[in-house]
């Protein structure tokens, strides 16, 4: 059993900053990468971040480009976002997504999701 926890959502004002953490945990739990999906009201859930477990190579949606950035802790399974000058667009669901291997099972964990609300 592999769990997904997200922390560390909350209120900002427009321009401040908010950093997003993810654990993920089980037996025998190994990567493969990490990353963040967020999804607004409305709309679908959209890519935001992901971090290669063993390259450390990152990929960012063009919207997030220079001003969020993912970062990892391979002795803690953990991935961090750090986002900064957020914007009203920027509210969102954000949901933690992992891929990797746990024993014999290769797919991909979610979740449950944190909000993020940037007030303008």
């Known amino acids: 059993q592999v769990q997904v926890v997200e922390s560390g959502g909350g209120l900002v004002q427009a321009g401040g900053s908010l950093r997003l953490s993810c654990a993920a945990s089980g037996r025998s739990f190994s990567p493969y990468d990490m990353g963040w999906y967020r999804q607004a009201p409305g709309k679908e859930r959209e890519f935001v971040a992901s971090i290669n477990w063993s390259t450390g190579s990152t990929l960012y949606a063009d919207s997030v480009k220079g001003r969020f950035t993912i970062s990892r802790d391979n002795a803690k399974n953990t991935v961090y976002l750090q986002m900064n000058s957020l914007k009203p667009e920027d509210t969102a669901i954000y949901y933690c997504?992992?891929?990797?291997?746990?024993?014999?099972?290769?797919?991909?964990?979610w979740g449950q999701g944190t909000q993020v609300t940037v007030s303008s």
């Open positions: 997504n992992t891929f990797g291997r746990a024993t014999i099972t290769v797919t991909t964990y």
